[in-house]
């Protein structure tokens, strides 16, 4: 009865290892997108137009 104890045991250890695995992945993910939320830039900074004048100064 023994040998049939170990593969259970195992497929438990190897189930246990992928939760673990899946867990940290997404622990990874909200961990990475939390960063990119703080990094990102509101759009109106982004899409402000500023005058270019450089055009002018070389007319009369």
Do not use: I, N, V
Request: no cysteine; hydrophobic share 30%.
């Amino acid at each position: 009865m023994k040998d049939t104890d170990k593969p259970s045991a195992r497929s438990r250890q190897a189930e246990d290892a992928e939760r673990a695995q899946e867990a940290e992945r997404e622990a990874a993910r909200r961990r990475l997108l939390a960063q990119a939320e703080a990094d990102r830039l509101p759009l109106d900074d982004t899409t402000r137009a500023l005058p270019d004048r450089r055009w002018r100064r070389d007319q009369p």
